[in-house]
């Protein structure tokens, strides 16, 4: 036996705690997509009933529109942020393993913390954001103003998860071999071409990772609005997870299993957009 065998033959364990934990529920899931579920009624097969009626849903279409403005929104602000903090950081000395101690933290910290903490955060009673923002005379509250429940929701997402983006982005700038930088200044190139040209090349395989990772992690925003702000005002923070899970609790296991299929293929089909994107960026500078 050759050494590729032997090593698929250790693969096996990993494959079959993988079928139990993923492929197992996800045929299920398919299979409740295509039946009528409803509590205290018989299963009924329905076919693709489940998914036209989705996709007519304007509930559905809304919370997808305001998913998808949330995700693009925190890769818009994430990404950049993450990359010009690491780039500020210390690349020697004692400051190095102080920072990335300090921006380990917040990834550290459970979902429902975060969001059980900037609900006192945001508390119109003893939170700091409404006492400060009564200093300018704005009247601030997450359970009534639509805004200011999305900017703090957003806001919350930034503080928790850059810190990914920049320990990545660090990573991959530290592995950048010193030659590169020597050449470009050798050329007398400017501080924006040596990002430009040999640091932003460089980092892509990174931010390619970063940038999957955020957008797939943003589809599954759920303890933070629900302990934030319910969903609310309205449905203003209601993203997809929330809206799945809901539809699970009121028992329309049919609906909710075409939901999640659809948005599983959305997160499939948008991680490989970006892999593309990001790709066929590498290759025309590296053409260049």
Known sequence: MNYNNKAWLLLIPALVVMATTAFIPLITVINYSLHYIFSGAIPEFVGFSNYVEVLRDPKFLGTLGRQLVFSFAILAVEIPLGIMIALSLPSKGVGVGI????????????????????????????????????????????????????????????????????????????????????????????????????????????????????????????????????GGPGDTTTYMSLFVARKAESYELGYAGAVSIIYLLIVMIGSWLFFQVINTLGKGKGEK
């Open 99 to 230: 920072s990335l101690v300090l921006l380990g933290i917040p990834l550290l910290i459970p979902y429902n913390v975060v969001g059980i903490v900037w609900r006192l955060f945001s508390s119109s009673n003893i939170g700091f954001i409404p006492e400060v923002l009564s200093w300018i005379d704005y009247s601030y509250n997450v359970s009534l103003h639509a805004m200011d429940a999305t900017i703090t929701l957003f806001i919350l997402d930034v503080w928790h998860w850059t810190p990914l983006v920049v320990l990545l982005s660090y990573a991959g700038y530290q592995a950048i071999p010193d030659v590169y930088f020597r050449a470009a200044e050798i050329d007398g190139s400017s501080t924006w071409k040596t990002f430009r040209y040999v640091i932003l090349p460089h980092l892509r395989p990174v931010l390619l990772i970063a940038f999957l990772l955020r957008f797939m992690d943003s589809f599954k925003i759920y303890a933070e609005p629900l302990l934030l702000t319910g």
